[in-house]
């Protein structure tokens, strides 16, 4: 089960519950091959699985967290994401 993928240098850092692995790939190509219900880019070196959000606070200066299951560091929410987290139901 894949928690968040990082970019890392000329890799994205695949982060799974039980291990991590590498990928040699540009970020955005990554993120045009996953499903956008499933995975969200929180910030630009950043994608998120949503399924693994438990959940996000806010700090000083507008900065936003993102928590997931066992992961434990928080990770940051970039300001041009965070429309993402402030969305109500109607």
């Known amino acids: 089960q894949i928690r968040y993928f990082r970019a890392c240098g000329r890799y ?3 982060v799974l519950a039980d291990r991590t692995a590498l990928l040699r790939q ?6 045009r091959q996953l499903d956008p219900a ?3 880019q929180i910030h630009r070196s950043l994608i998120i699985n949503v ?3 438990d959940h996000v ?3 000083d200066a507008e900065q936003m967290w993102a928590y997931l299951h066992g992961v434990p560091e928080p ?3 970039s ?9 109500t139901a109607l």
């Not at 540009?26 to 993120?31: E, G, R, Y």
């Not at 300001?79 to 969305?87: D, K, L, N, Y």
Request: hydrophobic share 50%; net charge positive.
């Open 12 to 14: 994205i850092e695949v």
């Open 26 to 31: 540009p970020m955005h190509l990554l993120l």
């Open 38 to 40: 499933l995975f969200w």
């Open 51 to 53: 399924a693994q959000l």
């Open 57 to 59: 606070r806010t700090g």
């Open 75 to 77: 990770l940051p929410v």
């Open 79 to 87: 300001r041009s994401f965070q429309h993402r987290f402030r969305q």
